[in-house]
């Protein structure tokens, strides 16, 4: 591991993660931990850090449920903000139009890796 952390971060086997579900991780930096999520849709994986565009706050309650009822989109519970799953960008909502930080994935022999050098910090 370099002193800005892993290349690959491991997340978790890719059978552990169902259609329609998600599951949270952290991304090591050097000042602090960035919380993320993977979630399976439509039989593929797509990674965000978990950080809403109209506040940088979790999409979350802490509950690790981010999709609504009909798994149609991404949801923040604070105050509604849709993004599309395979995109991460803002479909409705107080989002703007602004698209989630994407965190690229890696799939090698059944396990999910974050490509932490590629992440979308934006501005941070
Ligand atoms: S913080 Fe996400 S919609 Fe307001």
Redesign the pocket.
Known sequence: MSSKGPALLKILPTKDLKEGKSFKFEIPRPDRKTEAFVVKWNSKFYAYLNL????T?G?DFDDNDFFDEDKAWLV?K????LYEPSTGICQG???GGAGLYRVPLVEKEGILYADVAKVDWGEM
């Open positions: 809403c565009r109209h506040w706050v999409l923040c604070n105050h509604g903000a909502g107080p989002c």
